[in-house]
């Protein structure tokens, strides 16, 4: 069974612009989640979508938005980019959704911003 | 609310010594806790996950940790370290109610494995 992919994998952008990355969870899993990475913060918690909606959501401001597609793919938008936007972004993606259930992450989104 | 400690950023030990790295975590709620790996560049992998079930979770690679309620730790522990363990490890809780707040992480500690 393939894992949890992300794309692009390496992102270069300036501030100002918006930026768009793609997460596709492993097949028949439901639940989507999205973290931020960065060496200050360490790992942060974006949001958790599971069919179509979003469900979980942390403390980030609105220009973090996400959605959620029928086949369980999911996109992270980031608008107005910062420097501190700059992180490793990664998914994780389960069956039925956080708590018990196993989080398996992809490789991440390694986005830097000009 | 809940939060994750991870005491040392840094742990060095020598190949075929005992590792240990230590975890300790607050929750308003019983909490499950998992222990993650991240090789460089690459994502998580998940060790071993604590679900309120035996408090001593086996996990990959030879590593277990012990839930203790009265201490509020789960240290990691592997009894013979091998050089491919050298890697970032981090603790991590969420609680039993629904995951409203996602996973909590710790800051992280990098195991450096001395030949």
């Known amino acids: 069974k393939a894992g949890v992919t992300q794309t692009p994998r390496y992102l270069i952008k300036t501030r100002g612009q918006q930026v768009t990355l793609s997460c596709s969870p492993i097949?028949?899993?439901?639940?989507v989640s999205w973290y931020q990475q960065t060496p200050g913060q360490g790992l942060q918690f974006l949001f958790e979508?599971?069919?179509?909606?979003?469900?979980n959501k942390g403390n980030f401001p609105g220009r973090f938005s996400g959605r959620q597609f029928s086949n369980s793919r999911s996109e992270m938008n980031v608008s107005t980019l910062e420097l501190g936007d700059s992180a490793l972004y990664l998914c994780?993606?389960?069956?039925?959704?956080?708590?018990?259930?196993?989080?398996?992450f992809g490789p991440g989104t390694r986005l830097t911003v000009l | 609310a809940q939060s994750v400690t991870q005491l040392g950023s840094h742990v060095s030990v020598s190949e075929g010594a005992l590792v240990l790295l230590r975890c300790n975590y607050s929750?308003?709620?019983?909490?499950?806790l998992f222990w993650y790996v991240q090789y460089p560049n690459q994502g998580l992998q998940l060790l071993l996950k604590?679900?309120?079930?035996?408090?001593l979770v086996k996990g990959i690679n030879g590593f277990e940790a012990e839930f203790k309620k009265s201490e509020t730790s789960f240290h990691l522990t592997k009894p013979s370290a091998h050089m491919s363990d050298a890697a970032e490890y981090f603790c991590?809780?969420?609680?039993?109610?629904?995951?409203?707040?996602?996973?909590?992480f710790g800051k992280g500690t990098h195991l450096i494995i001395q030949p």
């Open positions: 994780a993606s389960s069956l039925s959704g956080l708590s018990t259930d196993t989080q398996y």
């Open positions: 097949s028949g899993h439901r639940s």
């Open positions: 979508y599971f069919s179509e909606t979003q469900r």
């Open positions: 929750s308003s709620v019983p909490p499950y």
């Open positions: 604590y679900t309120s079930a035996a408090t």
């Open positions: 991590a809780v969420i609680d039993s109610g629904g995951g409203a707040d996602g996973l909590t």
